[in-house]
């Protein structure tokens, strides 16, 4: 029953406080390449008996081919169902007995492991680690078990539109571009894959020059790399080609994707188009601009869609940052009766922000928000092993946290305002997903550009990809 | 896992003439500040005609005091570098802040005034009310899972306010009237009826020094009535049924267990984590793993100042149904009650959470969080430090008999939701225009 944190009224005068935090500290780190081409990041962080690592296979779901999204996801899960000579049970058991926590899944640009133990288990995560990315199993037993719960689990988030609304938005805005496809596909392309495909995807896009692995915590950082040039110096290079995504282009005009379902009682939006990459020189600016518009509780969108009108639980702004650009958006929910008033807000606030900019007192509060928070974002050692990975896997230097604060405080809102107005689409080229009651919501859903409709219930990437083709 | 050193050792804790504990671990890795205020009042206290109304309070006491007007609040603590949030149980609501060491005074004031002053401002009452709709409609309404969760427990409870949901049902959100607010916010809201913790990169000399400039002078209030309400027990299996459209059958099974602070709370936090916690856990194993007719299963023990609930939930494998998931889960359920736990399995339970229990310690968030849970529902912190010696010493045996004692079928409430079309096929439809 959280309050939602994510919003401003600027035109009351209490003085804003000075909190201008130093910029944060990393514990020192050492990366090393290895001739095959794998990666290696080591930080020593003694605090606590324990170490983190986060282990990243650069291709994730671009590697995906079409008709069989999802593989990537699904091959990665069965990384943790057999491996070397451990069955999927075994594995289970030897975590959960020496009370280790281990995930893994597909990002849209690279697979991902990551885990955290004790340090006195330091043997077992290294060879778990090992064996699951060299030596899996792949049983097919547990493929037949994890592919129906996949198809299962994605029928079951159907029950609560939020889960989806950032899938449907991007994959109707950014239709046939390999970014609009979700990381998990649909019900009927997990359908489709074979155990065969699983052993095809591995051979081909899994190997030492794709892999980056940083680890923090409590080792001694010189033998921590023997261990794992052992263990990851011999591994050969994947034969696949990497994927790279095309740059995609912004789509102009309006355009409408209305998914019906019948027994919701309110409507879910996402309006936007496309935004920045992570690399953008402008991506502190964007921070600072996306802060103000939807990025915190007292943000324009929240201000105006929550605070003042009470029309929604919560309203925000988001930007999908990978190595090329990924969508800009809106999204929020209101009461079926009250979308067409949501909505417009919504889309007034955006053109405001587009035309006025940050007053200084907006401005000088986002910056002291965000460096403000920033060292809680580094606190653990969890935390600094992923931040690392996707550091080197998008090719940023660490200096991209160590110097951050820095950079906000240099930041004026005219140059804010420049970039803002480059990033945020205009009234006029919006791209807009409402998922609701179609029979309730189809006069207002007009109002916005020309129509395209398809029901919740059915799978997303056929049928926002064919109604997207019938433009 | 031992951590280097004495934890908790720095910890100082002061009680205020009003009544007010301040607790306070200073912590230097970030130049940030974690501050809980958790208040003793939660949809436990309140009674038809006003449910929802102690969540309705976590937004108010966001909409302006005596010295910050409405929105200020939340534009002071982001323009410091600060960021906040509140959460609502049955038992207690707590407001958290997180913020730059630079924030900590005008964080402090803010607190102090809402506690102090809180004002009642009708157009935030009537705005307000209409987030917390939306936030009924979007967590419950529109959520197959909590939906049929909210009558499951007005089904187990029949007597003890525990039945109330605690965002409170619809007809009464829209009912409340400033004057109920007022009453509620003086029974309850009252720094004797707090307890405020401060974690992060200060010391408790200037803590101490700003509680007493600015908290210490709120008056205490008459102590809030008890809850004297004790559920019966129960004495026979309750069933319901939901029926609405969901894109897959749902199965939750809830038992009366025992309170937070009570004797077998550690046996009955064992026999959970032995149940559903890793996929080597028992009801993983057997429904998801062998018999498949899980896509997953989870549980919550509900931890509170009365006997709560242990609800496993079972999102059901549509193509087996929820009859097959039931008679698995009380399959196993009987089994444990029977045949009890192997040492190898308490063994793993305890290391597990063991490695939770620092693992929630990592942070200043955490460190926050775990230190009110124990002050406010174990009566003092520092039982925090010794929960560790207090899991290791449990043994097979209290798993068993705590098994027992939950999974007898006459203390078993089983909810049902099956699946239904929407009452109405919208494509094709005449346009509707919008109600009203």
Redesign the interface.
């Known amino acids: ?5 994510l ?4 035109t ?1 005068s ?1 003085p ?7 910029d ?1 500290q990393l514990p020192p780190t050492r990366t090393v390449t290895l001739p095959n081409g794998a990666r290696l990041i080591l930080a020593e962080k ?5 170490i983190s690592f986060s282990a990243y296979l650069q291709g994730g779901a671009l590697t995906d081919p079409e008709g069989k999204e999802g593989l990537a996801a699904l091959t990665a899960e069965m990384l ?1 169902k057999g491996a070397g000579k451990r069955s ?2 075994q594995i ?2 030897e ?7 281990l995930g893994m899944g597909a990002g849209v640009e690279v697979t991902w492991i990551s885990g ?1 133990f ?1 340090a006195r288990d330091e043997g077992l995560m290294v060879d778990l680690l090992r064996n699951m990315l060299r030596n899996p199993t792949f049983p097919d037993s547990e493929f037949v ?1 994890l592919k ?2 996949s198809i ?2 994605l ?8 889960n989806l609304l950032t899938e449907y938005g991007t994959a109707f805005a950014m239709a046939g571009h390999p970014y609009a496809n979700p990381v998990e596909g649909d019900e009927k392309t997990l359908e489709r894959i074979t155990r065969e495909d699983v052993l095809a995807a591995y051979r081909a896009h899994y190997g030492g020059d794709r892999l980056i692995l940083s680890i923090v915590g409590d080792f001694e950082p010189k033998r921590m790399e023997g261990v794992l040039r052992r263990a990851f110096g011999d591994w050969a290079r994947a034969p696949g080609t990497r994927p790279v995504a095309p740059a995609p282009a912004r789509a102009r005009g309006k355009r409408v994707l209305l998914v ?7 409507t879910y939006f996402w309006i936007g188009n496309l935004g920045i990459s992570r690399k953008d020189p402008d991506r502190d600016a964007v921070d600072i601009a996306n802060t103000a518009l939807g990025g ?3 943000s324009f969108l929240n ?1 105006a869609l ?8 919560g309203a925000r702004s988001r930007t999908l940052r990978l190595i090329e650009p990924g969508p800009v958006a809106i999204t929020s ?5 009250s ?2 008033r949501a909505i417009d807000l919504a889309v007034e606030t955006l053109e405001r922000f587009r035309k006025t900019g940050l007053d200084s ?1 907006t401005m ?2 986002v910056q ?2 965000l ?3 920033h ?2 974002n ?3 050692s969890d935390q600094i092993a992923s931040i690392l990975a996707g550091l080197a896997h998008i090719g940023l230097p660490v200096t991209e946290i160590t110097e951050y604060t820095g950079r906000l405080l240099a930041l004026d809102s005219a140059k804010v305002h420049t970039v803002l107005r480059r990033v945020y689409p205009a009234r006029e080229d919006l791209a807009f997903v409402l998922i609701g ?8 859903a007009k109002r916005y550009g020309e129509v395209i ?1 398809i ?1 919740f ?1 059915q799978p997303l990437i056929d049928t926002v990809s064919r109604a997207a083709k019938t433009r | 896992m031992p951590k280097r050193g004495q934890p908790g050792a720095e910890i100082v804790a002061r009680t205020f003439k009003n009544g007010l504990k301040v607790i306070v671990w200073p912590d230097h890795d970030i130049p940030n500040v974690a501050l809980y205020t958790w208040y003793r009042v939660g949809s436990r206290n309140e009674a038809p005609g006003i449910t929802g109304i102690s969540h309705f309070f976590e937004h108010m006491m966001f909409n302006g005091s005596k010295q910050f007007p409405p929105g200020e609040f939340d534009r002071v603590m982001e323009a410091a570098g600060g960021a906040n949030n509140a959460w609502t149980s049955q038992d207690v609501t707590v407001y958290t802040d997180w913020f730059a060491r630079s924030a900590l005074e005008i964080v402090v004031r803010m607190e102090a005034d809402r506690i102090c002053c809180l004002s009642f401002d009708s157009t935030s009452v009537e705005s307000e009310r209409g987030v917390v709709s939306s936030e009924r409609r979007t967590a419950v309404d529109n959520s197959a899972r909590d939906f049929l969760e909210e009558t499951v427990y007005a089904t187990a409870f029949v007597a003890h306010p525990y039945q109330i949901p605690i965002i409170g049902w619809p007809s009464d959100i829209e009912r409340w009237e400033i004057a109920d607010l007022q009453s509620y916010f003086r029974t309850y809201y009252a720094p004797n009826n707090a307890t405020m913790l401060f974690v992060g990169d200060v010391t408790p000399a200037q803590i101490f020094t700003l509680a007493e400039k600015h908290l210490e002078p709120i008056p205490a209030q008459p102590r809030p009535a008890p809850v004297r309400t004790v559920e019966p027990p129960q004495t026979g299996e309750r069933r319901v049924v939901v029926r609405r459209p969901s894109p897959v059958p749902l199965l939750q099974m809830a038992f009366h267990a025992g309170p937070a602070g009570g004797p077998e709370a550690e046996a009955e936090d064992l026999l959970e984590t032995i149940l559903t916690s890793g996929e080597s856990s028992r009801l993983y194993r057997r429904m998801v793993d062998r018999d498949q007719v899980a896509v997953g299963v989870g549980s919550y023990l509900q931890r509170g100042f009365d006997p709560g609930l242990l609800l496993v939930y079972v999102t059901v494998s549509p193509d087996r149904g929820a009859a097959a998931a039931e008679s698995s889960l009380v399959d196993e359920l009987a089994r444990i009650a029977r045949e009890g736990v192997t040492e190898a399995e308490l063994s793993k339970a305890k290391t597990m959470h063991h490695a939770a229990y620092w693992r929630a310690l990592k942070t200043i968030d955490g460190k926050a969080e775990a230190l009110g849970s124990y002050e406010v529902f174990r009566g003092d912190y520092k039982k925090l430090f010794t929960a560790p010696e207090r899991y290791g010493k449990v043994t097979a045996k209290a798993v068993q008999e705590a098994a027992r004692r939950i999974f007898d079928e006459r203390n078993r409430t089983v909810g049902l939701l099956i699946p239904e079309e929407a009452a109405e096929a919208s494509s094709g439809g005449a346009p509707g225009g919008g109600k009203k």
Do not use: C, F, W
């Not at chain 1, 919003?7 to 600027?10: H, K, V």
């Not at chain 1, 804003?16 to 130093?22: C, E, G, I, M």
């Not at chain 1, 019906?260 to 309110?266: G, Y």
């Open positions: 029953m959280k309050r939602l944190a919003l401003l009224a600027i009351l209490v804003v406080a000075a909190s201008r935090a130093a944060i003694r605090e606590v008996p324990l943790r999927a049970q289970a058991y975590l959960d007995t020496s009370g280790a926590v955290e004790l078990k129906q719960q299962d689990a029928k079951s988030e159907k029950d609560d539109p939020n019906d379902k019948p027994d919701a009682t309110q915190r509780y007292t201000t929550r605070i003042q009108s009470g029309l929604t639980y929910y209101t009461k079926t009766e979308t067409q007192l000088t509060s002291n928000y460096s403000g928070l060292p809680t580094y606190e653990t009651n179609a029979s309730e919501i189809r006069p207002v409709e029901r219930d």
